[in-house]
């Protein structure tokens, strides 16, 4: 690819005969095909993985200011359908 003056070259490898996606080892239904199938579900390893790369979780800073005061409780009249007063 040219833009101009640059040329930047395409994130490819190639394996065999076929072309990848740099960073891929193996095409995908190769892979598939040589996959260990887990038990259990995919998110809860996912949760734990992304907490151990997460920053550690603070308490959220207040809600409304005085240029911007809260109107009324979450989830709000808006939501529940409902008049502000009867909330």
Excluded: F, N
């Excluded at 190769?30 to 920053?55: I, K, N, P």
């Excluded at 809260?70 to 939501?79: H, M, R």
């Amino acid at each position: 690819m040219s833009t101009g003056s640059t040329t930047i070259p395409a994130a490819t490898a190639v394996v065999g005969a076929e072309e990848l996606p740099t960073g891929m080892r193996r095409p995908p239904d190769r892979w598939q095909a040589e996959a260990e199938q887990e038990q259990g579900r995919w998110w809860t390893h996912w949760a734990a993985w992304v907490l151990e790369r997460s920053a550690q979780r603070k308490a959220p800073s207040p809600l409304g200011s005085r240029k911007h005061p809260i109107i009324e409780p979450a989830p709000g009249s808006y939501v529940c359908g409902l008049e502000p007063s009867t909330v």
